[in-house]
């Protein structure tokens, strides 16, 4: 064969495996691909484009390999129809004997002694490890500029954010470098990457997945959650993660339904309701657009849609960055340089080191937060900002509480815009409306999901569901519904990001 043979063979060798990576599990497991090929397949395609990406912190293809290995090895043994199956995992989630950093100095070489509850339900069901993805440092961000150690890039657009805190795991779905992975969630942390980068992330309700290992930022907040290229695959992913766990005293001790069981039944009935506070000042006229087309779809699906109003949805930013600056003060006082962690050398006295190694083992957004938080606990102020805010996310709750009265689901967009320009936003403010939307299900404690909806500028929208606490199982079926409505072409990586060289 000539060499332009051997070029055409080979790139289209590789346009077969783009496409494979950019399938949903579901469909290459339906395929017949053993686990060992759809292992390699990721293996290879991080190796190969990581390096525009930075999706990853920690790559560790010996775990994916292994894990497919033993699924092909005794497929009638395998602890479950998903064995050896590859996932990746957002590193703030404990991994024992694997570099957990949370994306901070303060944590740079940290191995942990346990694994996280979710990690090993994951594991239990043979699924193997291709690494530890890039986040905001502590989960502290909308774009995963804030990491220590790296900068993502969206895989959709090079020059853009991928969004945050979990923008490492959503940017490496997005790229085909991973199938599946796991985010955490603290006021939009799931949903606003996998909105920027094309693909779908839940939020399951607070208490419906286990907290135990995950490092805490807010933990009346935080939640994990699986980001995925469809809704079928972040229904068997929550499925797989989902229940009870006595080691997290927030865990509920509810039964988990099979979430695939009514997954097709459709819109018709449903009764969702368009919160007039989401689509307001502030939200791209693209993104409007996009998403209100959605609700029509969902609506000719046999849905009743209508506008409703949640007044103190005004109020849920403030409200956030007064409770969750509060518990992450209090949570990262751990890091003291006494214990583990990073410790500033030279120091003199306790003071001295305390302040050296905070000063250094942190960025300036975590300072900023946990002097946020710290003013609002303190003496003479504890009044005035956080029980305050603690008494408006009642109201929230109660008004979403009144709102799943009259509907199955709400419906808004994921964030107020598409993904913005690497450094385009330098103002902390700015930053923080990326969360408007998506903040307020986190203070009620909701399931909420994004998925692609349409675009605005070239780039990808994501609609979000919001449905009562612990209803994962109608969410999953009325996003479904929209899918199939939308049937949308899935996003592809940047051209240039495709012709990297191998």
């Given amino acids: 064969m000539s060499g332009a043979g051997r070029d ?8 077969a495996k783009a496409e494979l990576a950019l399938k949903p599990v579901h469909e290459l497991v339906a395929g017949g691909a053993s686990r060992r090929e759809i292992a390699e397949l990721f293996v290879e395609r991080a190796a190969r484009l990581d390096g525009r990406v930075h999706a990853f912190l920690t790559r560790t293809p010996e775990r994916a390999l292994e894990a497919a290995a033993r699924a092909d090895e005794a497929p009638g043994e395998a602890p479950g129809p998903w064995a050896g199956v590859p996932v990746a995992l957002k590193d703030n989630l404990v991994t024992r004997g694997l570099r957990t950093t949370c994306g901070s100095r303060m944590l740079a070489d940290w191995v942990p002694p346990y694994t996280a509850t979710a990690v090993e339900r994951l594991e239990a069901a043979g699924l193997g490890c291709l690494g530890k993805t890039n986040m905001d440092e502590f989960a502290m961000g909308s774009s995963t500029e804030h990491s220590a150690f790296a900068l993502t890039r969206n895989p959709l657009d090079l020059e853009r954010v991928p969004g945050g805190s979990s923008g490492g795991s959503a940017a490496a779905v997005a790229a085909g470098m991973a199938p599946w992975a796991l985010g955490s969630d603290t006021g939009g942390s799931i949903r606003q990457p996998a909105a920027y980068c094309g693909v779908v992330g839940l939020k399951p309700s607070y208490g419906r997945v286990s907290r135990y290992g995950l490092v805490a930022f807010a933990s009346s907040l935080d939640q994990i959650g699986p ?7 972040a229904a068997v992913l929550l499925g797989l ?3 009870h766990d006595p080691r997290d005293a ?16 459709g819109a018709r009935g449903l009764r969702v309701g368009l919160p007039r506070e989401y689509f307001g000042e502030g939200v791209q006229p693209g993104v409007r657009e996009a998403v209100l087309a959605a609700a029509r779809k969902l609506e000719r ?17 403030a409200t956030y960055y ?4 509060a518990e992450a003060s209090a949570n990262l006082a751990r890091y003291d340089g006494v214990r583990y962690g990073f410790r500033a050398p030279g120091a003199r006295s306790y003071a ?18 946990i002097m946020l938080g710290t003013y609002a606990l303190s003496a003479g102020y504890y009044d005035q900002y956080y029980l305050k805010a603690q008494k408006v996310r009642t109201r929230i709750r109660q008004e979403f509480r009144e709102a799943f009265e009259r509907f199955d689901l709400l419906l808004t967009p994921t964030a107020p815009t598409v993904a913005f320009r690497l450094g385009e936003v330098s103002d902390p403010l700015t930053m923080y409306m990326n969360d ?5 299900a986190n203070l009620a404690g909701l399931p909420a999901i994004s998925l692609p909806c349409g675009s605005a500028e070239g780039l990808p929208v994501g609609v979000q569901l919001m449905a009562a606490p612990f209803e994962e199982a109608l969410l999953l079926r009325a996003a479904r519904a929209l899918e199939a409505a939308l049937a949308l072409e899935p996003w592809r990586p940047a051209a240039e990001l495709e012709e990297v060289a191998p």
Avoid: M
């Fill in 436 to 440: 408007i939307c998506t903040i307020p």
């Fill in 241 to 243: 993660i989902a229940g």
């Fill in 250 to 265: 927030t865990s509920a001790d509810r039964p988990v339904p099979d979430y695939l069981e009514r997954l097709e039944e």
């Fill in 301 to 317: 699906e046999g849905a009743r849609v209508e506008e409703t109003e949640l007044p103190s949805t005004r109020y849920a930013l």
């Fill in 227 to 233: 980001i995925t290229r469809d809704v079928r695959d």
């Fill in 352 to 369: 001295e080191l305390y302040d050296r190694t905070r000063q250094k083992g942190f960025g300036a957004e975590v300072r900023r937060r």
């Fill in 8 to 15: 055409a063979g080979r790139n289209g060798d590789g346009r």
């Fill in 322 to 325: 007064v409770i969750a600056p």
